[in-house]
């Protein structure tokens, strides 16, 4: 049996948190899904500390995702991320320095793999190259990788199959999971994790945000042969 991908439900639309993160929360803390998280723009530090709390308070393990491409705001991100007591730092692109601040205060740290530019986010490279440099990383003590699989410039489907097939480490595919078509990739290629955000703000699978979250957990405990083919 193909393991399961856990869904990251990420408060955010177009890589921001929304303003009203709070309050979505709230309607949906008893849905099933056990991850969530949001960007590091969006709400002031306050606010973010104050809503993970809420999440921890309510049994959620939590993320923030970085989008920066410089390590001094890679490592203001993860400053971020230890003073709201999250329990993954998810982006940035890789450096020392922020993998030993994640080490120093018990952060998981999942970078981004490959040329990631622009926000909301692109990727760019091959799977060759990204595959090498997610094993130099992992080398070096990360605990796994953002893949922005769906935001790749190339072939997308491919590019997430080999490198989740080729990296032993935890794996989220992070960004425009927006149809079942992709959530049946998901399922078949079983990634650690995957993030939807802006798909459930869009309404991608269905009218209430709670009531998606627990589509898509629900299709996702479903054998493949069950799954609409849209």
């Not at 399961?4 to 955010?12: D, G, H, P, R, Y």
């Not at 601040?101 to 998981?108: A, E, I, S, V």
């Not at 999971?177 to 290629?189: G, T, W």
């Amino acid at each position: 049996m193909l393991k399961k991908s856990n869904l990251i439900v990420m408060l955010t639309h177009r890589d921001r948190t929304v303003a009203n993160a709070p309050e979505v929360f709230s309607q949906c803390r008893n849905t099933p899904a056990e991850y969530w998280g949001f960007k590091e723009e969006g709400l002031p530090l306050p606010a973010m500390q104050a809503l993970f709390a809420q999440m921890k308070a309510c049994g959620k393990k939590t993320a923030l995702e970085v989008v920066a491409y410089t390590e001094a705001e890679g490592l203001r991100g993860a400053r971020m991320a230890a003073d709201c007591g999250c329990d993954l730092l998810m982006g940035t692109l890789y450096s020392d320095a922020i993998l030993a601040f994640c080490q120093d205060h018990g952060l998981r740290y999942l970078p981004f793999v490959g040329g990631v530019t622009g926000r909301p986010s692109v990727l760019e490279g091959t799977p060759e190259q990204m595959i090498r440099q997610a094993q130099e990383c992992l080398h070096r003590g990360v605990f796994g990788f953002d893949l922005l699989g769906y935001r790749y410039t190339g072939d997308k489907t491919d590019l997430i199959r080999r490198f989740v097939a080729a990296v032993d480490a935890p794996v989220c595919v992070a960004g425009s999971v927006d149809s079942f078509r992709r959530l049946d990739e998901i399922k078949a290629i079983a990634p650690w994790a995957f993030t939807i955000g802006s798909a459930f703000f869009e309404q991608k699978f269905g009218a209430d945000f709670a009531g998606q979250i627990q589509t898509v957990c629900r299709y996702m405990d479903r054998p493949a042969e069950d799954a609409p083919c849209c």
